[in-house]
């Protein structure tokens, strides 16, 4: 849903979008928090971060929170969502590239990276038409697909970096270290609100106000913790070459959800490209096995 919702309220500034997004997700998190602590009967030790995993969790929610989601805001607003959702659908290569165990052949893993590559060759080539007319119309264009790969090597940075953490340190739960990034990605949030968001009578004025909250609300506690505390497992128990090459179904919803928000159906390329995309999954997760 993260690259729909931009479209959803695109009167916001893309600073609003994101800065809203995390500042719920981190309120969500406090209060996750702060039920654990009432439940276990105070402020359980596990549940509070040391001075060095806050400043790890700081420096990574910018990675793979506020700092990635504002780059993709800022790069479908400028080139829309299907394409920006291709370029953010590389990560899984280039986590699979990078982050290859030492065990593990290379010709394991081609027919995988193979699959992948075709299908976002496919989709590319389905996408080339409207791309050249969006160029002609629209000024801001490359600009846009900049942003996009900015976005995709900031997160494909996050992915590699956040397994490394959690695998290092396997006594902090998934669903702590998802607290202590959400309530970092909130203090981000909050600050990047202060320092370049609309100003609060603006917004509660606009007509649509209630959609943003809402908007803000589903991709922030849904797209963000719930979804954090989900890859953080994935991330413990899977290599990040196989992690990464599951959220390649991160680019087949973001291509059909695309679709669906504009009321018409995908080409047959584009339904090409989607099981390609599922064939290369089910090649790694062979392979990894």
Same mark, same amino acid.
């Given at each position: 849903?993260?690259? $729909?919702?931009?479209?959803?309220?695109?009167?916001? +500034?893309?600073?609003?979008?994101?800065?809203?997004?995390?500042?719920?997700?981190?309120?969500?998190? $406090?209060?996750?928090?702060?039920?654990?602590?009432?439940?276990?009967?105070?402020?359980?030790?596990?549940?509070?971060?040391?001075?060095?995993?806050?400043? /790890?969790? *700081?420096?990574?929610? /910018?990675?793979?929170?506020?700092?990635?989601?504002?780059?993709?805001?800022?790069?479908?607003?400028?080139?829309?969502?299907?394409?920006?959702?291709?370029?953010?659908?590389?990560?899984?290569?280039?986590?699979?590239? *990078?982050?290859?165990?030492?065990?593990?052949?290379?010709?394991?893993?081609?027919?995988?990276?193979?699959?992948?590559?075709?299908?976002?060759? $496919?989709?590319?080539?389905?996408? @080339?038409?409207?791309? $050249?007319?969006?160029?002609?119309?629209?000024?801001?264009?490359?600009?846009? %697909?900049?942003?996009?790969?900015?976005?995709?090597?900031?997160?494909?940075?996050?992915? %590699?970096?956040?397994?490394?953490?959690?695998?290092? #340190?396997?006594?902090?739960?998934? +669903? #702590?270290?998802?607290?202590?990034?959400?309530?970092?990605?909130?203090?981000?949030?909050?600050?990047?609100? &202060?320092?370049?968001?609309?100003?609060?009578?603006?917004?509660?004025?606009? #007509?649509?106000?209630?959609?943003?909250?809402?908007?803000?609300?589903?991709?922030?506690?849904?797209?963000?913790? /719930?979804?954090?505390?989900?890859?953080?497992?994935?991330?413990?128990? %899977?290599?990040?070459? %196989?992690?990464?090459?599951?959220?390649?179904?991160?680019?087949? &919803?973001?291509?059909?959800?695309?679709?669906?928000? #504009?009321?018409?159906?995908?080409?047959?390329? @584009?339904?090409?490209?989607?099981?390609?995309?599922?064939?290369?999954?089910?090649?790694?997760?062979?392979?990894?096995?």
């Amino acid at each position: 849903m993260v690259f $729909v919702t931009p479209r959803a309220v695109a009167g916001y +500034s893309p600073v609003d979008v994101t800065a809203g997004r995390y500042m719920a997700c981190g309120l969500f998190a $406090v209060a996750v928090m702060l039920f654990m602590s009432w439940r276990g009967g105070g402020v359980a030790q596990r549940t509070l971060p040391t001075a060095r995993q806050a400043v /790890v969790a *700081l420096g990574l929610s /910018v990675l793979g929170y506020t700092g990635y989601y504002l780059l993709l805001a800022l790069a479908i607003g400028d080139a829309g969502s299907v394409l920006p959702t291709l370029i953010i659908g590389t990560i899984p290569l280039w986590m699979m590239v *990078l982050g290859k165990p030492d065990h593990l052949h290379w010709r394991g893993l081609w027919p995988g990276f193979a699959l992948t590559a075709l299908g976002l060759g $496919v989709m590319v080539w389905a996408e @080339q038409a409207q791309s $050249v007319a969006h160029v002609i119309e629209h000024a801001h264009f490359w600009r846009g %697909l900049g942003f996009a790969v900015l976005a995709m090597a900031s997160w494909t940075a996050f992915g %590699l970096l956040n397994a490394a953490v959690l695998k290092r #340190d396997p006594t902090v739960r998934s +669903s #702590d270290w998802a607290n202590w990034m959400g309530i970092a990605a909130g203090v981000g949030g909050l600050a990047m609100w &202060f320092a370049q968001g609309s100003e609060w009578d603006q917004l509660v004025q606009r #007509d649509d106000f209630g959609r943003f909250l809402w908007v803000c609300a589903f991709t922030g506690i849904g797209a963000a913790w /719930v979804a954090s505390v989900l890859w953080n497992v994935a991330s413990r128990h %899977l290599s990040p070459s %196989l992690a990464g090459q599951l959220i390649v179904s991160e680019t087949v &919803f973001g291509v059909v959800y695309s679709f669906a928000w #504009d009321g018409q159906w995908p080409a047959l390329a @584009q339904w090409l490209a989607c099981g390609l995309f599922v064939a290369g999954i089910l090649a790694s997760v062979r392979a990894h096995r």
